[in-house]
């Protein structure tokens, strides 16, 4: 024999939940955007001449804004059609940066008004090598044996002596001693870590 269906508590309470359970469900943008800086790292030792900062800021909602100590690079012609995009690639640059460290605040707001912050570091170095020539001698054959030391506040990052680099690690002082083929408009070149250049003709 069938038995009866009893209507009980039981029976209407998945109904009075169905509307909580529908509002608990519904997904709200959580996540704050991304924003990074591709180029140069963070960090990093840079000549203010000719400095470019690359990077992008991405959200699964859109970016809105993307500020550089407190000037939103979206308000520019060139990038004002991207607001709202959910990967937006930017570059930018600093106008009379002076020696040292430099450090700037990057934000990134996405639709939600959800903002990321990066603390992006640089030190300015646009103070050349120094390159002291302490003999260059002809040794016959038409070669000199060139000798040297070369230094800098940072680090010495490659010499190049009539355009064949010496092998060493970066490092403030370097002593070298090299025998190269004398030819017309020779010369010794000394970059930093920043890519200051120093040279000296070979006489």
Known sequence: MRRPIRHGANTWLPLLLLPLLGGCL????????????????????????????????MDDEGIVAIRVNG?????????????????????????????????????????????????????????PPTLVLESVVPIGDGRLRVKGVATDDTSVDSIRINDIPLSFPPTALHQFEIDVAAVEGGAVVVEDSAGNQTVAALQ
């Open 71 to 127: 000037s939103d690079l979206l308000d520019n012609p060139i990038l004002t059609s991207e607001r709202g995009n959910k990967l937006i690639a930017f570059e930018f640059t600093f106008q009379n940066l002076r020696e040292g460290e430099s450090i700037s605040v990057i934000e990134a707001v996405d639709t939600s008004g959800r903002t990321s912050v990066l603390n992006f570091t640089l030190r300015i170095d646009d103070t």
């Open 26 to 57: 519904t997904r709200t943008d959580a996540l704050a955007p991304i924003v990074s800086i591709s180029e140069p790292k963070n960090g990093a030792v840079q000549s203010a001449e000719n400095l470019i900062i690359r990077g992008f800021a």
